[in-house]
């Protein structure tokens, strides 16, 4: 079965610091991948995808992901981190084909000034 | 904005009762999910509808139902409640066309369920 591993519960760094979210994922064939984030109160937004080629993925608010196939990995990055970009982080999976989205448990990012 | 409403906001009722939550998803989108999200379970799928139809099932219990209308929104129904059930409930709309399961979803704002 699909699994989506997020092994940090809390993130913290630095403003203007680089920041790393990682996420590690266990699936057959070749997966989809999704990062999400969430604000306070608020429902997830969509960051960026992994679907096929580079893979280095560039997504919104300055953020991008770098898909690993030999370590199962998609780690969300950004070069510098801003005090709003604190919020809860989700990576995703779905396996190619009709399958449901399965979420890690989310990391929470906490940026500070 | 993402597009996708969710109604009511809060939800506040007592356990065994029965309460109906409402999603209308983006304009052209064809397909609706629901999630389930708790403290301790995290984010849980619950159900997927395509157009009309069931598509996939995850988590979710005999007592919760959805369903999809023609004008393609959404229901989830949820029966005999019990303290447990004590969540945010989110749908999320995509667009889905068949065999595509790359598309990213949208997810709404949420309905927060309290039961006492």
């Known amino acids: 079965a699909q699994s989506v591993a997020q092994p940090e519960d809390q993130v913290n760094v630095a403003e203007g610091n680089p920041l790393t979210v990682k996420c590690t994922y266990s699936v057959s064939g070749n997966p989809y991948l999704f990062w999400y984030v969430q604000y306070p109160n608020r429902g997830l937004q969509f960051l960026l995808k992994y679907i096929t080629g580079d893979n280095l993925v560039k997504g919104s608010y300055g953020f991008e992901a770098e898909f690993n196939k030999s370590q199962t990995s998609f780690h969300l990055k950004k070069p510098s981190a801003l005090v709003s970009d604190s919020a809860l982080y989700f990576c995703a999976v779905r396996p190619s084909g009709n399958t449901p989205l399965v979420f890690g448990k989310g990391t929470r990012l906490s940026v500070i000034a | 904005d993402s597009g996708v409403t969710q109604t009511p906001k809060h939800l506040i009722t007592a356990t065994g009762q029965r309460v109906t939550l409402r999603c209308s998803p983006r304009s052209g989108d064809l397909s609706v999910y629901w999630y389930q999200q708790s403290l301790d379970q995290g984010l849980q799928f619950l159900i997927q509808?395509?157009?009309?139809?069931?598509?996939a099932k995850g988590n979710i219990l005999e007592r919760f139902s959805a369903q999809q209308f023609p004008d393609l929104h959404s229901e989830l129904n949820l029966s005999s409640l019990e303290l447990g059930d004590s969540a945010l409930y989110f749908c999320a709309s995509s667009v889905d066309f068949s065999g595509s399961s790359y598309n990213e979803q949208f997810f709404g704002p949420g309905t927060r369920l309290t039961v006492l």
């Open positions: 509808y395509y157009n009309g139809e069931e598509r």
